[in-house]
């Protein structure tokens, strides 16, 4: 299984970006899905997971009210919409799969990762 993100880029303080990420290969199971990022001297952290159905997401605190996951599973594509984004959003973001998401929550043991997509917010 290969998750390709992309959507990163530049953008100002108070701006929006939507990231994106493409399973191809998709493993056999259903799967969830998570967005996590890392920032320069910081650790890796999870901002929102969800689940194979959508029915279940969680969001990092920092992040609520202000990004949204979700998933189209006919697309093998999850989504990170992001507003009103902030200096510190800034990192690299990357898209994570495992068949459980809470391993994805707990953030050790994940299957698949991508290669991460760079959004730097500027203020």
């Known amino acids: 299984v290969q998750l390709v993100e992309s959507g990163g880029g530049l953008v100002q303080a108070g701006g929006s970006l939507r990231l994106s990420c493409v399973a191809s290969?998709?493993?056999?199971?259903?799967?969830?899905l998570a967005w996590f990022r890392q920032a320069p001297g910081k650790d890796r952290e999870l901002v929102a997971a969800?689940?194979?159905?959508?029915?279940?997401?969680y969001y990092a605190d920092s992040v609520k009210g202000r990004f949204t996951i979700s998933r189209d599973n006919a697309k093998n594509t999850v989504y990170l919409q992001m507003i009103s984004l902030k200096f510190e959003d800034t990192a690299v973001y990357y898209c994570a799969a495992d068949g459980k998401i809470a391993t994805l929550r707990w953030g050790k043991g994940i299957d698949y990762w991508g290669q991460g997509t760079q959004v730097t917010v500027s203020s």
């Open positions: 290969g998709r493993p056999s199971g259903n799967y969830a």
């Open positions: 969800i689940s194979w159905s959508g029915g279940s997401t």
